[in-house]
T-cell receptor
Framework: AQSVTQLGSHVSVSEGALVLLRCNYS??????LFWYVQYPNQGLQLLLK??????LVKGINGFEAEFKKSETSFHLTKPSAHMSDAAEYFC???????????FGTGTKLQVIP | DTAVSQTPKYLVTQMGNDKSIKCEQN?????MYWYKQDSKKFLKIMFS???????INETVPNRFSPKSPDKAHLNLHINSLELGDSAVYFC???????????????FGPGTRLTVL
């Protein structure tokens, strides 16, 4: 069965510091991978996605993620955190033949001034 | 233009009541979902419809009944509301990529249900 694990339910970084949010998945077939962001009292919106092709994908707001098949990982990074990045981040995965997307448990990012 | 809309945004009601949440998408997607997000932000899929046909029902109590009058609408009716139903309910839609996995999901703004 498909699964996705996000390490760290809470991550705190200083403004201007590197943001690293971790996501690992389990699969025996190529997945599609997504990162979503949820700001307070809002729905989820897509940050970036990996389907096929280039393994380093760039998304909105300066975020990027790298698909590493050997490590079954899809970690999200941003070189310099901004106060506006404070939100909940969800990693998600879908596989061919499955009817649903599986979401991780989320990581709350806190940015300290 | 709002891609996925839900009404109402807030719903406060007494235990035992029946309530409905409506969802509409104007993206032309074939697949629509209902998710429940609890107080710990855990997101759990409840139902999925593809072209008005139910394809996923994730062990949700029978008190929850989805209805899809057409592929642009997916409503959720809840009977005999319980305290544990308090949560944020999200509607979403996604395109089905031919022969492959599901594409990205587009979420509505959510409906915060509070059962007193």
């Amino acid at each position: 069965a498909q699964s996705v694990t996000q390490l760290g339910s809470h991550v705190s970084v200083s403004e201007g510091a590197l943001v690293l949010l971790r996501c690992n998945y389990s699969s025996s077939v190529p997945p599609y991978l997504f990162w979503y962001v949820q700001y307070p009292n809002q729905g989820l919106q897509l940050l970036l996605k990996y389907t096929t092709g280039a393994t380093l994908v760039k998304g909105i707001n300066g975020f990027e993620a790298e698909f590493k098949k050997s490590e079954t990982s899809f970690h999200l990074t941003k070189p310099s955190a901004h106060m506006s990045d404070a939100a909940e981040y969800f990693c998600a995965v879908s596989f061919g033949g499955y009817q649903k997307v599986t979401f991780g448990t989320g990581t709350k990012l806190q940015v300290i001034p | 233009d709002t891609a996925v809309s839900q009404t109402p945004k807030y719903l406060v009601t007494q235990m035992g009541n029946d309530k409905s949440i409506k969802c509409e998408q104007n993206l032309g997607h074939d697949t629509m979902y209902w998710y429940k997000q609890d107080s710990k932000k855990f997101l759990k899929i409840m139902f999925s419809y593809n072209n008005k046909e139910l394809i996923i029902n994730e062990t949700v109590p029978n008190r929850f009944s989805p209805k899809s009058p057409d592929k642009a609408h997916l409503n959720l009716h809840i009977n005999s509301l319980e305290l544990g139903d308090s949560a944020v309910y999200f509607c979403a839609s996604s395109p089905r990529l031919a022969g492959g996995p599901l594409g990205e999901q587009f979420f509505g703004p959510g409906t915060r249900l509070t059962v007193l």
